[in-house]
């Protein structure tokens, strides 16, 4: 018995190695981590389960049937973050460069249905080569039973997809899939189809960071939700996103005990926004005096910056902030900031996460560009996730909110159950200029001062239908609050809608905008 288990350690021991030194040599020459390092940098330290370490492949052919590695170029398993449960996999490039197999497939969907079962949440690392060319189509039909698992699983429990090295053509679609997608500069790339088949197709020459790297996902086509300079941090922010989230649908974000009092006035912000609405300002400022010691992840940062969406807490709780942001922009909404708040604001619904929507928008953003790209439908897609979202909601009109805009950030016609204004508010059809040249365009023209006469008008609608109380005395705000209470009435606010229940209309699920 003795010489058995001196074997068993011994072979473990190699399946734990994994292929060699010089393999984890060439690995760590990239400037990446191995998959074992990675997941000690994730999990709580000695937390880890290995499911199916000892696992080899059984195909014949192509000269496979010479190399059954362990674990056939996947680790999965589970271990905890921050004492919570967490479900796992991660691409070994150091086997047969972390491409897709028959066994490979079959270890990622063992742990996914776990994941599901459990009701836990779900992080992949992904660092491989697509599917595993020698093994053939059933290699490819391992993506589809993935990607089936993905969609399962969205809504239900937290997925997260870190790419660490190569995640190209059937391989970048899991991802896509999974609520937030981390990345690395200079060694995370995904696309569907490589640089050289781009020049052979197009013409066009790029390289595989510029087609497919993490600023490009990140700033250009919003691919990836964060981007960071190394392993280390990426790896350290996805725990931090998971202290932000609950292991599932079911269960509320984790609280932690507040060490920022509830009643702290925001002494800074009257600073912080100029009265005058032409003039641009930080919403991530506001952000910062609002929330629990300033602290908030931004989703999305670099992707659509007139718009933050961002999750912090209030009094130890979890929530979602959508804010306009003018210094980009003016802080308008257009086809990119419609998506993003959709996707986030859908997020925040799925996983119990109140919102608070801070409103400072002139609009949506005009043009051919945007018109013919489908402004209107891209636009219906958040005012869809507003309306569909059950969540406890509060809106905050800081300064301008015009037309749709107003409408579509979450107003309570939308369903925001309580809405806030500061006296800076302006709520309106459109700004008063635009609305004096319509109404008063023929007493302007035929006064005998123009100038005089528009500024007449021009006063007089602002003080009739723009001043900061009309908005309250309406009803279509609840009230007109000083900016230094703020924290503490959104504070109150949620308190008092924590046990909300909204029931939705019976139906297999909605048809949002395509």
Not at 266 to 281: Q, W
Not at 319 to 325: C, P, R, T, W
Request: charged share 20%; hydrophobic share 40%; proline share 6%.
């Amino acid at each position: 018995m003795h010489g058995r288990i001196a074997e068993l350690h011994e072979v473990k021991e190699r399946a734990r190695l994994g292929p060699g030194a010089r393999a984890t040599a060439a690995q760590h020459a990239r400037g990446k981590l191995t998959v074992r390092e990675r997941l000690e940098l994730l999990l709580d330290e000695g937390s880890f389960t290995e499911m199916e370490p000892l696992l080899q492949h059984q195909v014949q052919g192509f000269g496979l049937e010479k190399k059954r590695p362990c674990t056939d170029g996947v680790v999965t398993g589970w271990g905890t973050v921050d004492g919570r449960t967490v479900y796992v996999y991660a691409h070994d490039f150091r086997i047969f460069g972390g491409s897709l197999g028959r066994a490979q497939a079959a270890k990622i969907l063992r742990v996914m249905d776990m994941a599901i079962a459990a009701k836990a949440p779900l992080v992949s690392l992904h660092d491989g080569a697509g599917a595993r060319i020698q093994e053939g189509l059933p290699a490819l039909v391992g993506y589809g039973e993935i990607f089936r698992r993905n969609a399962r699983a969205s809504g239900v429990i937290p997925q997260i997809s870190v790419v660490l090295g190569p995640c190209a053509g059937g391989a970048a679609y899991s991802p896509a899939l999974t609520d937030f997608v981390f990345m690395v500069r200079n060694s995370s790339q995904m696309f569907i189809s490589g640089p050289d088949v781009v020049r052979a197709v197009t013409g066009e020459s790029v390289t595989q960071d510029g087609l497919g790297g993490a600023d490009v996902h990140a700033s250009v086509s919003g691919v990836a939700a964060f981007a960071y300079d190394d392993e280390r941090t990426c790896i350290r922010q996805v725990r931090r996103l998971l202290s932000l989230l609950p292991s599932n649908n079911r269960e509320a974000p984790p609280r932690v005990p507040p060490t920022d009092s509830r009643d702290r006035r925001c002494e800074a912000l009257p600073s912080l926004v100029p009265a005058d609405g032409n003039r641009p300002y930080d919403v991530c400022g506001v952000i910062e005096e609002i929330v629990d010691d300033g602290n908030h992840l931004q989703v999305h940062q670099s992707w659509a910056p007139n718009l933050v969406c961002t999750l912090a807490r209030l009094d130890g709780r979890v929530v979602g902030v959508v804010a306009n942001q003018p210094q980009y922009l003016a802080g308008v909404l257009d086809i990119q900031a419609s998506e993003k708040g959709a996707h986030f604001v859908q997020l925040c619904d799925a996983f119990n996460i109140p919102l608070i929507t801070l409103l400072d928008a002139p609009g949506f953003l005009p043009g051919l560009d945007q018109e013919h790209g489908g402004l209107i439908r891209h636009g219906a897609k958040l005012l869809y996730a507003y309306c569909n979202a059950t969540v406890p909601r509060v809106q905050l009109v800081l300064r301008k909110a015009y037309g749709s805009a107003y409408l579509l950030m979450d107003s309570r016609s939308v369903g925001a159950d309580l809405s806030f204004a500061w006296p800076t508010n302006e709520i309106a059809v459109m700004g008063a200029e635009g609305a004096v040249e319509v109404i008063f365009r023929s007493q302007i023209a035929a006064a005998d001062d123009p100038g005089a006469m528009r500024s007449r008008l021009l006063r007089e609608y602002r003080d009739e239908l723009m001043h900061p109380y009309y908005s309250a005395q309406i009803g279509i705000v609840d009230d007109v609050i000083d900016p230094v209470e703020t924290r503490s009435v959104l504070i109150r606010s949620l308190a008092a809608l924590h046990a909300k229940q909204a029931d939705q209309p019976s139906r297999k699920h909605g048809i949002p905008p395509v």
